[in-house]
């Protein structure tokens, strides 16, 4: 019987939703499970409430600076046929507590292992992805697939929906014209199938060490929102950088710039963003076979549906 870990963390729900969906999946194909949810030593409030407490989060997630985890309950020395990392991704980075497990004794098991790697997002999973592929080859994994879940709804209507459910809890639809908050439930049977599949293929030829979930519909990139995404990484990082500077110089500076930083963002949203969609538009005969190039990074391992 092929045995499969599931690693994830959710501070929403979201996550393990789409980690218990992916393992549905895999035990109607036979596949034994094992879940293991991350804890962070001190949690983190779900809602937060507060819109400070939210953003002072941004530059330990983007800097790679996590929480002390809890101590996962498995054996680091186990050995599975497969491990599914379940992951949201804040700030354009894997949360900091997935972030935690990797610096964790317990990222042994991850040496030699296949992994498929799921990120739970609004719409902008790209540069999480490329920063979990990192971390996998670090850690001595093979990874085999890449899965994006993202949240129901067009990318402007998510921008009140998700901000509004995780603030405060809310996810019912607002005022009739904004979709509920979170993944729909017809992805979360893609998640199921896909689930299925990766078992299946994995009986059948998994020492092939291709991937597990080619031609399936694992990854959907919005081409247009691709340079966007990691313009606004850089910006994060630098305001991440600063916002700590300020933290060193006293505490109170730090929380003038998390302020600032959050109204930055409101405003890179409304200006830079039509603006950047704009150029990348104007600049496509240009720069298409970069961007093309680039998309097929972000899509691999399991590549484009």
Known sequence: MTRVLIVYYSQSGEAERSAKA???GLQSAGASVVFEALRPRT???FPWRSPRR???????AMLGLPPEIETPAFEAEARFDLVVIVYPVWFLSPAPVVQAFFKSAHAAVLRDADVIAVSVSRNMWHNASERMKRLLAEAGARHRDTVAV???????????????????GKSDRLLGVFPRAGVAEDDMGRVRRLGAV???????AGASGGPLLAGEPAVAIKRWFVVPELLAWYFFYAWAQFIRFLGRVHGGLRAVGVYAFAIFLVCLILVALPCTLLGTWLAYPVVRRRLDAYIARLAAPTGLP
């Open 43 to 45: 949690d983190y409030p």
């Open 198 to 204: 990766a078992a299946a293929r994995l009986a059948d």
């Open 22 to 24: 992916f393992a549905e």
């Open 54 to 60: 939210f953003f002072d989060n941004m530059p330990e």
């Open 150 to 168: 993202t949240h129901q709804g067009s990318a402007l209507l998510t921008l009140v929906s998700t901000p509004r459910a995780l603030l405060f």
